[in-house]
């Protein structure tokens, strides 16, 4: 399974940018798909996820400002990202966990290139 990763750049303070993450390949169906991200010098955390289509995870420092969806006829995610903070500089990975088969007995995972999300004062 792949994941096609875009949409990162730089961007100004407050500014707004939007992530996408397709996955193609041999999925039966997806559990859940979303966004870590590791600034440098830092460990990789959860940004956002979204299971099922339908319910959303989000790290306390990014509710309010990213909005996580999903298109599942498209087997895509879109991460929009408003009001961005320096600190929100970072590499953005997105992952799929999905079943490869309707008699998988369990979840994999995979990952897409990281995304560099830049944002300047």
């Known amino acids: 399974v792949l994941l096609q990763a875009s949409g990162g750049g730089l961007v100004h303070t407050g500014g707004f940018l939007r992530l996408s993450c397709a996955a193609s390949g041999s999925i039966f169906s997806i559990d859940d798909m979303g966004w870590y991200r590791q600034a440098p010098g830092k460990m990789r955390e959860l940004v956002a996820l979204i299971r099922g289509g339908v319910d959303t995870i989000y790290a306390d420092s990014v509710k309010g400002r990213f909005t996580i969806s999903s298109d599942n006829a498209k087997n895509t995610a879109y991460l929009q990202m408003n009001s961005l903070r320096r600190e929100d500089t970072a590499d953005y990975y997105c992952?799929?966990?999905?079943?490869?088969?309707?008699?998988?007995?369990?979840?994999?995972?995979?990952w897409g290139r990281g995304t560099l999300v830049t944002v300047s004062s």
């Open positions: 992952y799929v966990d999905f079943a490869r088969t309707s008699a998988s007995s369990y979840l994999e995972r995979s």
